[in-house]
């Protein structure tokens, strides 16, 4: 089946998208995102901490908040800070929070989804 052309419905929105639609307007790329969070810190930020902390951002946003959901700020960095540690990867608490700040606050000023 051809998935670029298949049909499914939207369970939030309630309307038929095509597999390759966009379903939310304000859509934010991973890729934008990384390079929005890169121009903002002045530290270095290598791609396996980027992926990681994308990952459970992600995980996080889709899978605890989902669409409209409540959340607190600092939930989504103790989340992201847990993940990290069961994953025997180091990085600081404080690089972490101070990218999921500017992450979240991205997502805000732009009124988006990721």
Avoid at 6 to 15: A, F
Avoid at 76 to 90: G, R, S
Wanted: glycine residues 8%; hydrophobic residues 40%; negative net charge.
């Amino acid at each position: 089946m051809d998935k670029e052309n298949m049909k499914t419905i939207d369970l939030h929105t309630g309307k038929f998208v095509l597999g390759n639609e966009n379903r939310y307007v304000n859509s934010i790329s991973g890729n934008f995102m990384k390079d929005y969070v890169c121009d903002n810190i002045d530290f270095n930020l290598s791609d396996v901490e980027w992926i990681l902390i994308d990952k459970y951002f992600g995980e996080y946003w889709n899978n605890i908040v989902g669409i409209g959901g409540y959340f607190y700020w600092d939930e989504v960095t103790d989340f992201i800070y847990q993940k990290i540690i069961n994953q025997k990867q180091l990085i600081s608490q404080e690089r972490i929070k101070f990218i999921v700040e500017l992450m979240l606050a991205k997502i805000e000023k732009d009124g988006g989804f990721l």
